[in-house]
């Protein structure tokens, strides 16, 4: 999973939503709610395997 892009990004509602992305483009991950901030989607995110900051 380490080849994987993390993304961070606000939805049309202004919640804090992440996906993972493999090389080839699909999407293999996401959150399946929103969050209030940036850093509660990154909490999530690393329940997932995301190991950034």
Not at 25 to 53: C, K, M, W
């Amino acid at each position: 999973m380490s080849d994987l892009k993390w993304e961070f990004y606000q939805d049309p509602g202004n919640n804090w939503r992440w996906r993972a992305i493999s090389s080839n483009g699909r999407i293999v991950a996401a959150s399946s709610e929103g969050f209030s901030s940036r850093q509660n989607a990154v909490n999530n995110a690393r329940f997932s395997g995301y190991t950034g900051t």
